[in-house]
């Protein structure tokens, strides 16, 4: 996948939660409209409920202010992966159709039961992500695999299994993705699950240890952007910090007090350091 900016390099862009918590009419125009001024190519819509949202109002927004999109989801309790795959298949049919009119690019999956992964588990969750990735292709959308810490999934943690992801599934149309909050806590370091990927690895996450703003925690930065510009990376990047978050995520995030601080230091900040970092090593324009 190839996720251009209009510089001719990687689409950059940022997760909806640095502005709003609530994807509604009000909490949608401030997103897009704060996105659209620092400059971004794109917003990472949280598709929560995809049954509820206006994508109408969403579509006509994001081509007022020239904007893309890409769309994020973890699935719900009741429609949990694999225990319930009619449910979550159900679920993902509406996320694709939601997408479809908003011309995004993904939606991961995540889920948490307390025991290790078992094969069958796995082998479920690859038919069912297969069936949406199907159906998803005929409407020109792709989906991503998110590698998710320890204790928001028992069942993609690293690169590598999000590689083993792929495997199963054995779709075109589907692809991984990293984060570098998640990398901080489960891999070694972030320069080789980047370049194990290579061309596998189609969006990532730019996102501090603490879930704060870029570059004042404890992500090796360089090794980061190193390891996206030794694989000539493609695909989007999407700075992800939480200044506000939605009230049904809070328990998977653990977010219990504020991180960020300044929102408008967040996006100034956050937004110049990564950009910096990206044109350093030659990964942005």
């Known amino acids: 996948m190839?996720?251009?900016s209009r510089d001719g390099g990687p689409a950059f862009g940022a997760h909806a939660f640095i502005w709003a918590g609530e994807w509604t009419?009000?909490?949608?125009?401030?997103v897009v409209s704060g996105a659209a001024e620092v400059g971004l190519d794109f917003v990472e819509i949280p598709l929560l409920d995809p049954a509820s949202l206006?994508?109408?109002h969403t579509r006509s927004l994001l081509d007022h202010y020239d904007l893309g999109c890409s769309c994020?989801?973890?699935?719900?309790?009741?429609?949990?992966l694999p225990s319930d795959p009619e449910g979550a298949w159900r679920f993902l049919e509406g996320a694709v159709e939601a997408t479809v009119v908003l011309g995004c690019l993904y939606a991961h999956v995540g889920t948490l039961t307390g025991r290790p992964p078992e094969s069958a588990e796995l082998e479920a969750v690859a038919r069912v992500i297969k069936r949406t990735a199907r159906r998803a292709a005929g409407h020109g959308v792709e989906l991503g695999i998110e590698a998710i810490n320890r204790y928001e999934t028992y069942l993609v943690n690293l690169?590598?299994?999000?590689?083993?992801?792929?495997?199963?599934?054995d779709e075109p149309n589907v692809f991984a993705h990293l984060d570098t909050y998640h990398m901080n806590i489960e891999e070694k370091g972030f320069y080789e699950p980047i370049v194990s990927l290579g061309t596998r690895l189609g969006y990532i996450h730019l996102s501090e240890s603490d879930r704060g703003t870029p570059g004042t925690a404890n992500v090796h930065w360089d090794e980061v952007f190193r390891g996206l510009g030794d694989i000539d990376y493609g695909g989007a990047l999407a700075m992800e910090s939480f200044a506000d978050v939605n009230e049904a995520l809070m328990g998977a995030t653990a977010l219990w007090r504020d991180v960020v601080g300044d929102p408008d230091a967040l996006v100034r900040n956050g937004l110049a350091f990564l950009r910096a970092k990206g044109k350093e090593h030659d990964v942005l324009a």
């Open 54 to 56: 206006d994508v109408e």
């Open 159 to 169: 690169a590598t299994q999000a590689g083993e992801s792929l495997d199963r599934i």
């Open 2 to 4: 190839k996720a251009l």
């Open 72 to 80: 994020s989801l973890g699935l719900p309790r009741e429609s949990h």
């Open 25 to 30: 009419r009000q909490g949608a125009e401030r």
